[in-house]
């Protein structure tokens, strides 16, 4: 039995699903699936959106059914992910395994919610911090805010639920969801658990790419001090 | 060969048909809110089908043209005048030189698209002209247009002489079909449609909606008694589209517009028919509507023919231009 879904997305987009599980070896298989269909796009393709455990195809519907003669684009798309699903298999080896280290700044002017997760997980500041770079994290999904990681798994002592009332955070700011773990590329209110500051820039409208970070890259952070942020601050302006 | 704003509008932007396969680095879309009056006001004038144009919301700016043009105006009707006359909507015009485009009243719809011949002098984006606001980028320096601003237009392709202030062509685009019955709004069942329990499935179906003020570019709030749910899942966010109907934790729905995010974790109880994305585009704040739901079938039925009419229009167009040796 295979064990995916597929559903319409509206009349111009579909999603196929693995699940709502957060599972390295399913978001492999995601991304097999994207390599394959970038490299045999359905007619009138217009973006795959890459998440946990699914991926979104949206495509142009007059520009499939010019091409394609298919009695609905619904159909022929829903064809061509299972055949991506079958033989994306085989392109899940070349996932380019780019890893990022990225310098955080935890020191407490940056760092509003260490305490919280801190009392939360029954842990002194540095145990949090080390724990936090400790890991190395899998990029499953951008989304929210253009550069906006969402990474897993951090350590279940860590893993602070959402605050209840999102509040403005600071462009570059790391936080913690559950067992998420993600980077605010931008100023933006948010209700993730702030641990801390890196002075790296996620999104650069000016540069291309204007994001470096991709779905199924990897991250790791290592702690600066507050001396080293500002110098890496001055180095990027 | 520019138009100049002598007066900010409340929200006018520059928008194409919208910046597409960047998801990857969480960019979202944009582009225009009504894609069909954006089309019709291109092809009117003779351009492709994804030109940039002036989208507008009311109060909108007064514009200066510094140069002879071809234009026309669609979608809502704000009641556009050309140096103090009343001009036509879903019609090319040529406007002579120093001439000033006002719109004096909102009488129906809530966007308005002008469209050059030759398009806007923006430089692409990611491959869009597309204004992203949130993120300052894309469109005209990334933002909304304001007082003294100056649209360069792209190219100066030759139109027909303008004779007074005003000539306008003899041919227009029929739109009443597509905006006929503003309040009938179709959309196809969402993932998470069976959440909800059959009472407030019944109230999707039956009960009328009105827009909330408080929408925007980004999303269009529905005002309606709360809505129940049999079930109470956290979903891992996943893609969304224009026209995704979410159900927000406080029961209430959101249809996801232009400038949505790329990735959601609400259930999704539908999605807009992309041929009635128009029509949702134009209700104002406090109009109201009712939902009926379709297979995917009939929407990618009413989506092509749309579509095909449209090229057909196209054609059309491009036909009358060229017996004006344009």
């Keep these: 039995m295979e064990d995916f879904t597929i559903y319409p997305l509206g009349d111009q987009a579909l999603t196929f699903s693995l699940g709502n599980s957060i599972r390295q070896r399913d978001h492999e298989r995601i991304q097999g699936m994207k390599r394959w269909l970038e490299q045999h796009p359905p007619p009138g393709l217009t973006d795959i959106v890459v998440a946990y455990s699914s991926l979104t195809v949206v495509y142009d519907l007059y520009q499939l059914r010019q091409a394609t003669h298919s009695s609905t684009a619904f159909e022929f798309v829903s064809a061509a992910l299972r055949e991506a699903f079958h033989r994306g298999t085989d392109h899940t080896a070349d996932v380019s395994q780019k890893r990022w280290e990225v310098p955080v700044c935890y020191d407490q002017a940056f760092a509003p919610d260490l305490d919280h997760v801190a009392r939360l997980g029954n842990l002194s500041t540095a145990e949090v911090i080390t724990l936090h770079t400790a890991r190395v994290y899998r990029i499953f999904m951008i989304g929210f805010l253009p550069g906006f990681p969402y990474m897993a798994e951090v350590d279940a002592s860590i893993a602070a639920p959402r605050r209840d009332q999102p509040r403005q955070v600071e462009a570059g700011s790391v936080g913690i969801a559950g067992i998420q773990t993600g980077i605010y590329p931008v100023s933006s209110p948010g209700g993730w658990q702030i641990i801390g500051r890196t002075p790296l820039k996620m999104f650069d409208r000016g540069s291309d790419p204007p994001v470096h970070l991709e779905p199924g890259h990897e991250v790791r952070f290592y702690a600066v001090t507050r001396k080293e942020f500002e110098d890496l601050s001055r180095q990027r302006a | ?326």
């Excluded at chain 2, 954006?38 to 919301?57: F, K, R, Y």
């Excluded at chain 2, 050059?116 to 002098?121: K, L, P, Q, S, Y």
């Excluded at chain 2, 079930?231 to 979410?246: A, C, D, K, N, P």
Aim: glycine content about 8%; hydrophobic content about 40%; proline content about 5%.
């Design chain 2, 1 to 326: 060969m520019s138009i100049q704003l002598i007066r900010s509008g409340i929200l006018d932007t520059i928008q194409d048909q919208g910046r597409h396969g960047y998801s990857k680095w969480g960019i979202n879309p944009s582009g225009t809110m009504d894609r069909y009056a954006a089309q019709a006001a291109n092809i009117l004038v003779g351009n492709a089908l994804d030109e940039a144009v002036m989208e507008m919301h009311f109060p909108s700016g007064e514009l200066l043209f510094t140069s002879d043009a071809l234009v026309s105006i669609t979608g809502a009707d704000f009641t556009p005048l050309i140096n103090s006359k009343a001009v036509p909507l879903w019609k090319p015009m040529v406007v002579k030189k120093h001439s000033v485009l006002t719109f004096q009243r909102r009488q129906w719809g809530y966007r308005c698209y002008l469209s050059v011949r030759g398009g806007f002098g923006i430089t692409p984006w990611l491959g869009s002209r597309s204004t992203n606001m949130r993120i300052s980028a894309g469109g005209f320096q990334g933002r909304a247009l304001k007082k003294d601003d100056q649209l360069n237009f792209r190219r100066q392709l030759p139109g027909p002489e303008a004779h007074d202030d005003l000539r306008i062509l003899p041919w227009r685009v029929n739109a009443q079909p597509v905006y006929h019955d503003m309040g009938s709004i179709c959309f196809v069942e969402g993932r998470e449609w069976s959440w909800l329990t059959s009472a407030s499935q019944q109230q999707v179906l039956s009960d009328p909606f009105s827009i909330a003020p408080s929408s925007d570019r980004m999303g269009c709030y529905l005002q309606h008694e709360p809505l129940a749910v049999q079930r109470t899942e956290q979903l891992l966010s996943s893609g969304v589209s224009m026209g995704t109907i979410q159900l927000l934790p406080a029961g209430k729905l959101v249809v996801l517009m232009a400038d949505h995010q790329t990735t959601g974790g609400y259930p999704r109880i539908g999605h807009i028919i992309s041929a009635h994305l128009p029509k949702l585009s134009q209700l104002a704040p406090h109009e109201s509507l009712r939902l009926r739901m379709i297979s995917v079938a009939d929407a990618e039925k009413m989506l092509f023919s749309l579509q095909q009419e449209l090229r057909a229009l196209q054609r059309a167009c491009l036909d009358k231009l060229s017996d004006y040796d344009l």
